[in-house]
């Protein structure tokens, strides 16, 4: 079965730049989603498309999805980004979730 | 605005079967594209994906569940609902339902189920 492979924590200082990276066989044929979740509540999606924000999610979010690996970027990161993220992708008629990422933001 | 809710048992015995509605508003699950999805999230881990209807009755399921899943609409309530058989301990988790047009979302709050005798 399809597996996306994300490193399960990365720290980040506030204003600066945190990149979460999502790993899987030809990713780039995939699209890529992001979702973030805080303590105690649910998933919200921050990117979908590889590269699309939803309405209300804040411009310093980005992505981008090229070879094996899609990547969120989160510019002048705040500290209420700190959360957990999940990359999903669509495979072989079954959708996947990534190993999730811990942001902290320090 | 668009909301679901999940509800449903919160307490199954192993071996029985777990029944689940999301009871959405906002959105018609016949509307070309919409569909619904079931995603499920054991305390401390990672979120699983489980099943998605679409607007056309078209099912797709979690290869490593589909033995044990079933997923159904009821256009007319607004309703999707997933039963899930067989029921162990390693299925306690937070059951959510999210519409899925470009990605999921959005989400419902969540419903926590334990498996347990």
């Known amino acids: 079965s399809y597996e996306l492979t994300q490193p399960p924590s990365v720290s980040v200082s506030p204003g600066q730049t945190a990149s979460i990276t999502c790993s899987g066989d030809k990713l780039r044929d995939k699209y890529a989603c992001w979702y973030q979740q805080k303590p105690g509540q649910s998933p919200v999606l921050v990117i979908y498309q590889d590269n699309k924000r939803p309405s209300g999610i804040p411009e310093r979010f980005s992505g981008s999805n090229s070879g094996n690996t899609a990547t969120l970027t989160i510019s002048g990161t705040q500290a209420m980004d700190e959360a957990d993220y999940y990359c999903q992708a669509w495979d072989s008629s079954a959708y996947v979730f990534g190993t999730g990422t811990k942001v902290t933001v320090l | 605005q668009i909301t679901l809710k999940e509800s449903g048992p919160t307490l199954v015995k192993p071996t029985q079967t777990l029944t689940l509605t999301c009871t959405f508003s906002?959105?018609?699950?016949?509307?070309?594209?919409?569909?619904v999805g079931w995603i499920r999230q054991p305390p401390g881990k990672a979120l699983e994906w489980l099943a998605l209807?679409?607007?056309?009755?078209?099912?797709r399921y979690s290869p490593s569940l589909k033995s044990r899943l079933t997923i159904t609409k009821d256009t007319s309530k607004n309703q999707v609902v997933l039963t899930m058989t067989n029921v162990d301990p390693v299925d306690t988790a937070t059951y959510y339902c999210?519409?899925?047009?470009?990605?999921?979302?959005?989400w419902g709050q969540g419903t926590l189920v334990t498996v347990s005798s």
């Open positions: 209807i679409y607007w056309d009755d078209d099912k």
């Open positions: 906002g959105f018609s699950l016949s509307t070309s594209g919409v569909g």
């Open positions: 999210a519409q899925r047009l470009s990605g999921f979302d959005p």
